[in-house]
Structures are given as C-alpha cells and as structure tokens.
C-alpha cells in the first residue's frame, strides 16, 4: 500500500541531535507592525531550523524606540501571549473584558486557549520589551480563555545577577504565572552563573548590547540558542537579557498568522470565525476597528517540528 496522504506528517521531532549544549546564534527578521504609526521588531522564533524552544514559538523584540504602540483588536487560539517591559506602558484590552496597563517588572499572561481577541495601545513614548508566545499543548489547546497579571513577580539575586522569574521556576523561586508544560522565562540582569535543568533546552535573548553568553557577545534583539544538557550557565558582560527554556516540545503544530494549532483545517476555521465575527467576543473601548485575518496561503499550511 502506499501512502495516499497528500501531505504525511513528517517522522521528526529534533531528535538526540540536539540534546547536548549548543551556540546558536539566532539573527532576528526585522517585522513592520502595521498602522500608521507602525513599530520595528525583530522576530527570532520561529526561526528557520529552530522553531520552537520548549513550548516558546514566538519572540518579538522591539526598541527602545519613541513610538505609538497601535494594534488593534486581533484573536489568538492555542497558545499564551507573554508581554514583558523594559520601558513604557502599554493598555491590554480583551473580549473577556480585561483591562490592564502593564509597567516594567510586570507580566501580562493571556491564555487565548479556545479564542481571545484584543488590542494593545500606549501613548506616544520610549518602548522598549519583547513580545513572546507559548504554545499550548494539544490537550489545553483548547482551555476557556484567560488572562492574567503578575506585579508579584519573585526576584532572586545571587552574586552580581538578579533574575526576576515571569514563567517557571529558576533558583529556587517559581513564579505564580500559570504554565502548561514544563518551561522557564526569566529577566536576568547584572553577571553570574545560575543553575539549569538539563532535560531543558534554553535561549537567552539580548534586549541590549553587552551581554556574554559562552564568552561571545550577544547583539541586542539577539537570540542564542544553548541545547540541551547544560546544568548552569553564566551570565558574562552587562546588560539585560531573557532567559527562555523548557522541556522539549515534541508536538508538531501550525502557527499561521495569530493562531496556534495542529492542523490546516483547524487553521482555516479559526480564521474563518474570526472574519464572520461569530466567537472571540468584542474589545470594548477600543477606538477603531478590528484587524482583519489576511488572506491564506494557496498551499496548505503543514504541522512543523520544532526544528523544521
Ligand atoms: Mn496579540
């Protein structure tokens, strides 16, 4: 017999082959948010052959650039937006009638699970953060939709380096934020060594120039990719980073525009509700309209590993 699907999932799932420590050193993509007033980010995950890192699919770093932060009304499905500041203020709104301003040293958790929609603004002033998402697993893919702020964040600190931990636990202190599979996400700041799980695998994103990561600097909006198998790392240089790690995702999903999921269909439905305004609920107090999904690619969307 032959294989008759069109499109058969691919047997890879990462392998041994990077289940010892790494050096990756992942460049960004430089991504125009839309608008008027649009904002530069530089996207790092997915990257090509390093799409996920633990359950982390998507990393944004933006600024420190005077701007308007616009975006209006947007739904998401099957993953978590992890918001984090280094400078400025942004106002979240969502369709289960969240409003939360959130500050430096503060971490906006939304569970979109089954559907959210929402919007982000903030006047004109210094931005400066990263905009991260995780993905669900297949069976909280599709939980009630949450959200969550944290201004009760632990803060650790330990030789020259404080670590203020957004997601997990990193030495010793596990933040309240709620997690689905095994991960970490932590602000690191200041030079030292912490400790690490071997069974994660680990990035550190640079949100300015001068940290140094296995002896090599890391450009700020950076991110380097550090494997598996490392029990502590240290921190070298100065500066601000993000510490991101977790178990690895074995799962295979599709990420296509805001959504997360396992399949093309699935995909295709999302977007399919999101444009008949039949679920995901309504942002209220925005000024303006929602975005509109755009259109899909002519080819279906394929599930992917999280290297490929
Ligand atoms: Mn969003």
Redesign the pocket.
Known sequence: MSNLDPAPAEATCGGEADATPAHELLIGRDVVLGGPRSMAVSRTLPHKHRRMVGAWCFVDHYGPEEATMR?PP???TGLQ?VSWLVQGEVLHRDSIGSEQVIRPGQLNL?TAGVGIS???ESPRMVLHGA?L?VALPESDATTAPAFAHHDDLPVVTKDGLTATVLMGTLAGATSPARTYTPLVGAEIVGSGTLELRPDFEYAVLAFEDGPVIDGESVPAGALVYLGRGRTELMFGGEGRTLLLGGEPFEEQIVMWW?FVGRSHDEIVAARATWESHEAFGAVTGFDGAPLHAPELPTTPLKPRGRTR
């Open positions: 975006v947007h739904p998401h937006t939304m929402h919007s982000e905009q998402w805001n």
